[in-house]
């Protein structure tokens, strides 16, 4: 990182940032083309340091897994604007966390529930959460296992 004095390497911090913020966003790469997707997401913490994400069964994100799983994400949250007397004086406070790694379709029905739990915790918080199995047919959960991340702070 080119501005030390920024960066976040406290584990703490960092996951608090994530559970703070609302959207990931989901890097993925084919053939020289990057694409990226804002998602909602959950998140497992600790030593299985995971990121949960939900989507269609079929699509672009999807096609783009099974060709290539390496993927960045970046998620940030504590956006401020404060002003300036001239343009270039004017700027953005804000907290993020950038990373990288590997996603898998989920394919275990249990480990689709506890991905889905993952997720409804972040937004709802912990509960019992029950699933409408046509609905849960029609969702493919996906896991990234996180192999590094970042913290930048301004």
């Not at 998602?39 to 990121?51: F, K």
């Not at 604007?81 to 966390?97: L, Q």
């Not at 590997?102 to 915790?121: C, H, N, P, W, Y």
Request: aromatic fraction near 10%; include cysteine; charge should be positive.
């Amino acid at each position: 990182m080119r501005r030390k004095e920024r960066e976040i390497t406290d584990p703490v911090e960092i996951e608090s940032i994530i559970s703070r913020a609302v959207v990931c966003r989901v890097a993925f790469a084919n053939d020289n083309k990057p694409y990226i997707v804002p998602m909602n997401y959950g998140y497992s913490g600790g030593e299985l340091r995971n990121l949960f994400f939900h989507c269609a069964n079929e699509g672009k994100k999807l096609d783009m897994i099974r060709k290539n799983n390496f993927v960045c994400f970046e998620i940030d949250t504590d956006h401020a604007i404060y002003k300036g007397e001239k343009g270039c004086d004017w700027g953005m406070k804000y907290s993020s966390v950038v990373g990288y790694g590997k996603i898998f379709i989920v394919t275990d029905q249990s480990e689709k529930r506890r991905g889905l739990d993952r997720i409804m915790a972040h937004y709802a918080g912990k509960g019992e959460y029950t699933y409408d199995e046509k609905i849960l047919s029609r969702t493919s959960i996906l896991r990234l296992e996180i192999s590094e991340m970042t913290g930048k702070r301004k």
